[in-house]
């Protein structure tokens, strides 16, 4: 972990790192991780971009790998290698897109290189290939595993909330911003059960920094991620948006059909986005979430009334982002 120091934000004993937000009485112990030299990295192919600035926020991943039962240092120095040589040979980046990694053994990796020396100054952030849009401003922690309808293994899970607990400590950021990939892509990552737990993290790394979080503060509103099959208002609320977006072709019967799943791929390549893949997530949502005014008509004010009616409350005099959010969590 390095020479014992003192930082800024709190004091470095025997290579862990105790620190405490402004106003808080606890303090978060690094866990220990395990640099790109120590897990036998390549160099990175161009140099690495460091930018003296702190991010502000958390974004939580999954590797979308098999649930292994091996849960050796060796293997997660192996995932390691994995990552890095998909992300360079194949997606042809410098190195690994993610800032850190955690195996299902519990062992933490640094990812792309310089991360772990620009989290232990708190000052800087290397950009990340994790997120389009998000890589200058947020930290990418990549999960081992696929948590669609599992949860990841319980020493995954300690090293996670550790790992966060000491990212908010060391930059300072808050533990309500810790999200999860969808919440700005239209990805299904980091999987339906790990994003669920995504308050119960928020919750358990703010009782690690003396923080106590609960309602909204833990449950923050989000774009929810729609797919094929799903059914009720907030797929109603999609297809009037996806009308008033011009494909109007898009029948209003709340049940998200093959049909419009191809609609939405047409949406998403009219629009550029990232992702082509029918899925309505944290990209497309934003694209589709016109502004609404109290008086307005057409579909866009047709979901609203469908997305308020659900959740029984009165439709808000403006609808922009942070509305819509609100409105289609109480609906869900």
């Known amino acids: 972990m390095g020479a014992a120091r003192v930082t800024r934000r709190g004091f470095l004993l025997g290579g862990a790192a ?25 160099p990175n192919s161009r140099v690495v971009n460091v930018v ?20 050796s240092r060796g293997a997660a120095d192996a995932l390691a290698r994995g990552i ?49 849009g998000q890589n200058l401003v947020s930290i990418g922690i ?6 669609m309808d599992t949860e990841p293994t319980g020493v995954l899970w300690d090293r996670l909330r ?21 919440d700005f892509k239209d990805t299904l990552c980091p999987g339906d059960v ?22 909204s503060s833990v449950r923050a509103a989000s774009w929810p991620v729609l797919r094929e099959d799903d059914r009720g208002p907030v797929v109603e609320a999609a297809q009037r948006l996806l009308r008033g977006a011009g494909r109007t072709e898009v029948a209003v019967d709340g049940t998200f059909s093959a049909a419009m799943a191809e ?32 008086g307005d008509g057409g579909e866009a004010a047709e979901a ?15 609808v922009g982002p942070e509305q819509w959010q609100q409105l289609l969590t109480a609906a869900r």
Not at 52 to 71: G, M, S, W
Not at 304 to 318: D, G
């Open 84 to 132: 890095q040589n998909f992300h360079m040979d194949r997606r042809g980046w410098l190195d690994s897109g993610q800032h850190f990694t955690i195996s299902r053994g519990g062992f933490v990796l640094e990812g792309r290189h310089r991360s772990l020396e620009a989290l232990r100054n708190g000052r800087k952030q290397v950009e990340g290939a994790h997120c389009t």
């Open 52 to 71: 003296v600035q702190r991010p502000v926020k958390i974004l939580v991943h999954h590797t979308a790998t098999p649930n292994v039962t091996d849960l």
């Open 18 to 42: 105790l620190l405490a937000l402004p106003g808080t009485a606890l303090a978060a112990t690094a866990p220990e991780i395990a640099d790109c030299a120590a897990w036998g990295a390549r």
């Open 304 to 318: 609203v009334e469908t997305l308020a009616a659900t959740s029984s409350t009165r439709p808000p005099s403006r």
């Open 263 to 294: 609609s939405v791929r047409v949406f998403q390549a009219e629009h550029a986005t990232e992702e082509v893949n029918g899925i309505i997530g944290g990209e497309s949502w934003p694209l589709l979430a016109a502004p609404v005014q109290a």
């Open 142 to 147: 990549e999960n081992e595993g696929t948590y």
């Open 162 to 182: 550790e790992m966060c607990a000491y990212i908010c400590g060391q930059y300072g950021i808050a533990p309500t911003e810790i999200y999860g990939h969808r």
């Open 194 to 215: 790990l994003y669920g737990m995504l308050p119960r993290l928020r919750g358990e790394v703010g009782g690690m920094l003396g923080q106590r979080l609960e309602g």
